[in-house]
């Protein structure tokens, strides 16, 4: 299924921060929202997020921090089955075990707290638990700005893996055009509120047209980075 939103807008205090924005996403596609910070980016999630809900569609939504989705003074087995509640799914060990196994997420004994396990798993887990509903789209907000290369690059990796031959849309929204380069397919880039391109990724790195662009695409150190 196609999803579509037209229209996306938003002004705050009186000022326009996100100018109208039409978004269509392709089955099984992984696009980048990229731009540097203050851009409207995670605006335009947002926006995009509350319509396509409205819609009908179903959206999960990874923050950039495993702190914003876990409550540190809950347990994790208290988590996913709050998720399961909120999804309107029954307790299924079969689905959290193909999830566990999918995203690596092994040894870490469920009665703990988020902080007893490490930060890497925590946001394996809320990647996991996002896919609980098996959404339509999976938004992810510098999913992996809170690890180490590494750990977000192997992390990515196994996402990838997941998704793969399925029809989830996955919209990666950061300001790391190194980590969409190496993960999406087709890239959107934002400045000062506005979608100034929308082009698949190596169209776009080969030729960056707006200026806005052209400073992301100068910062060529990311092609050393390991995500
Ligand atoms: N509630 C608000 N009231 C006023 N201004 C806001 C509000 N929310 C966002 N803004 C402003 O809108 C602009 C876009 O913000 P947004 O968070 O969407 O940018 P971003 O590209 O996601 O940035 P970052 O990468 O730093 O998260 C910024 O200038 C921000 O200060």
């Known amino acids: 299924m196609t ?3 037209q229209g996306l807008s938003a002004i705050r205090s009186g ?26 980016k995670s605006t335009l999630g947002h926006a995009l997020i509350d319509t396509l809900r409205a819609q009908g569609v179903s959206v999960a939504h990874v923050p950039q921090s495993p702190d914003e989705a876990l409550d540190p003074l809950r347990s994790m087995a208290f988590h996913w089955r709050e998720a399961e509640i909120a999804l309107n799914r029954p307790c299924d060990p079969a689905r959290q075990k193909m999830l566990f196994d999918a995203l690596h997420i092994q040894g870490g004994d469920l009665r703990n707290r988020p902080w007893g396990w490490s930060r890497g798993m925590q946001q394996r887990f809320v990647i996991a638990m996002a896919l609980i509903g098996t959404p339509d789209l999976l938004v992810m907000d510098e999913p992996t700005s809170a690890l180490d290369p590494v ?6 990796d196994l996402l990838d893996a997941y998704l793969r031959d399925r029809q989830t849309v ?3 929204i950061t300001h790391d055009l190194g980590l969409a380069a190496r993960r999406v397919q087709r890239v959107m880039i934002m400045d000062a509120g506005k979608m100034v391109e ?18 992301l695409c100068a910062h060529r150190n990311w092609l050393e980075l390991p995500c």
């Open 151 to 156: 750990v977000a690059a192997g992390t990515m």
């Open 3 to 5: 999803l579509a939103a």
């Open 198 to 215: 929308d082009a698949p990724i190596e169209q776009f790195l080969a030729m960056p047209s707006s200026s806005a662009a052209q400073a």
């Open 170 to 172: 996955l919209l990666l």
């Open 15 to 40: 000022r326009t921060i996100l100018h109208p924005t039409d978004v269509t996403l392709e089955p099984g596609e992984y696009v980048g929202l990229v731009g540097a910070s203050g851009s409207g």
